[in-house]
């Protein structure tokens, strides 16, 4: 992890922080000495196999003597990503670190902030399973517009949010988190033609990448970087674990090496590292080249 205080008098948004990834890359800014806005919608346990809340990871933060806010966040609502920002500067002070995690989950979203965890219920356990992914032809397009609104929309306007904090300090990193599934399935003919798994979340993470790299450029003369990060193999993240249990991994990682990079990548000046697409232990270990997505090809157990 990044060295204590590298990052100190830095202001961080983290989206997505009360559990898995984004909670480590929470945990890991602070412990660089960044002040971090905890951002999420999850403020009590809503399913035993998603802990974690926003309170938890603020107090964890607290006790590493770090500073931290837990803003109850819907990135799906613009007055909601409004209000997180607005939060961040008024307890924090001017954001000059944007960490774009949050996403869409199969397998149910907990309540809207504020109201009763039974307002919306999450799936079965069984309601959802990789190997009966929904045809192309039958998906509902409101949801792969709640896939854009999550993955895509909020980046965007968390961008155009903290930006002018950013140019006004003369620097600034923004780091987009995405996925293999970007890449997936890749080009034909295939040896294994079928309904691929994940195609909505996929193109979002495909259209995150271009939106980032169009962002990079605009402001490359402004100090300001703006990165996209990958694991480069599964983390058992409890997201995660849900959904690929089904199948065999032979090779995870952990969330603390994934922090660890983000952690590198928010201390990097925009004029070493901008507007690239980065898997995770490239940028931990740069000596050993750009190797990309490390893990063997996922079959069903």
Do not use: C
Not at 152 to 180: E, P
Not at 250 to 260: N, V
Not at 266 to 277: D, H, K, L, M
């Amino acid at each position: 992890m990044g060295a204590v205080g590298e990052l100190s008098g830095r202001v961080a948004i983290v989206t997505g922080a009360s559990r898995g990834l984004g909670r480590a890359i929470a945990l890991g800014l602070a412990r660089a000495g960044a002040a971090v806005a905890i951002a999420a919608r999850t403020e009590s346990v809503w399913d035993e196999r998603q802990p974690g809340t926003i309170f938890e990871t603020v107090r964890e933060i607290e006790a590493l003597g770090g500073r931290a806010v837990a803003v109850a966040t819907d990135v799906s609502k613009e007055e909601d990503l409004e209000r997180l920002v607005a939060t961040a500067r008024r307890e924090l002070g001017a954001v000059d670190i944007l960490v774009n995690n949050a996403a869409v989950t199969i397998g149910g979203r907990p309540p809207d902030p504020g109201k009763s965890a039974s307002v919306e219920r999450s799936p079965s356990r069984d309601a959802v399973k990789w190997g009966r992914a929904p045809s192309i032809a039958e998906f509902p397009l409101k949801a792969l517009k709640l896939h854009f609104a999550v993955n895509v929309f909020s980046a965007f306007r968390l961008m155009q949010l903290v930006v002018s904090d950013m140019v006004a300090k003369g620097f600034g990193s923004i780091i987009n988190v995405s996925s293999d599934a970007a890449f997936r399935p890749g080009e034909g003919p295939y040896r294994r033609p079928g309904v691929p798994s994940f195609f909505a979340y996929g193109a979002t993470k495909a259209a995150l990448h271009n939106l980032t790299q169009a962002f990079a450029v605009e402001f490359a003369d402004r100090g300001i970087a703006a990165n996209v990060l990958l694991p480069s193999m599964p983390i058992p993240t409890p997201g995660a674990v849900s959904l690929m249990g089904a199948y065999n991994l032979k090779q995870w990682s952990t969330d603390e090496s994934f922090a660890e990079a983000a952690v590198r990548l928010a201390r990097t000046p925009s004029q070493e590292r901008t507007g690239q697409i980065l898997f995770h232990e490239d940028v931990n270990h740069p000596e050993l080249g750009r190797r990309g997505f490390l893990s063997t090809e996922i079959e069903p157990s």
